[in-house]
């Protein structure tokens, strides 16, 4: 049984949801997507409802607590942009990792001594079509996930919109569709050269 709360919803692994509803219900509320301009996804789905469950658990406002942060020394930029917009909210955060200068070859050499993985390839992650993310990698999780795109395009359907300005989901799949594999050299797949995970990172959320 998930017990409600304002600002947050607190479930068991039979209760929560398996299929990005929290994030269908916030897109029908705004009837809009987010997209590049305006990174609202990770304010409205993690941040505020990290926040509603300290001031419910222990009656705790931002500013009041450090927030530990798991960004790596080589996501510098996206450290300062966090360090700025907490600094202009009256917040206090703190990098451990970027501290101890772990990059991203340390976090994996990790995960391979462990006894489970979660066995995701580099370029993929928990939000798998986030449109962050570059054209390449995104076609290449298309094409190694079909069904990976069914629940973006239909969001995109359901306000008429895109995540991306520049190609529609649905526009995606066709590409990968049309191309075969002997074109896209794996060099593609990164196409914006962007070696740091950039879902949810602190520039999302800046817009509202």
């Known amino acids: ?3 409600r709360i304002s600002g947050f919803e607190q479930v068991g692994f039979n209760s929560a949801s398996r299929n990005g509803e929290p994030f269908s219900a916030l897109i029908a509320k705004k ?3 987010p997209n590049g301009h305006e990174r609202w996804c990770t304010e409205y789905l993690k941040v505020k409802p990290i926040f509603a469950l300290m001031r419910h658990q222990l009656g705790l406002d931002p500013g009041s607590y450090e927030e530990i942060l798991g960004l790596r020394y080589d996501e510098g930029m996206r450290i300062f ?7 202009k909210d009256g917040r206090s955060v703190s990098y451990p990792l970027s501290k101890a200068k772990v990059v991203k070859s340390t976090v994996s050499d990790f995960w391979a001594v462990q006894p489970f993985y979660l066995d995701l390839e580099p370029w993929e ?19 190694d996930h079909p069904n990976s795109s069914e629940w973006w395009a ?3 359907a359901s306000v ?3 995540f991306d300005q520049r190609d529609s989901v649905s526009g995606l799949v066709e590409q990968v569709r049309s191309a075969p594999m002997l074109w ?4 593609d797949t990164f196409d914006d050269g962007m070696e740091h995970d950039v879902e949810c990172g602190l520039h ?5």
């Open 31 to 33: 009837s809009r997507l």
């Open 1 to 3: 049984m998930a017990l």
């Open 154 to 156: 239909r969001e995109e």
């Open 204 to 208: 999302c959320g800046e817009a509202a």
């Open 160 to 162: 008429g919109g895109q």
């Open 184 to 187: 896209e050299t794996f060099v």
């Open 125 to 143: 992650g928990n939000c798998d079509l986030c449109f962050q993310k570059g054209k390449g990698i995104r076609k290449r999780i298309i094409r």
């Open 81 to 87: 942009r966090g360090m700025d917009r907490a600094a």
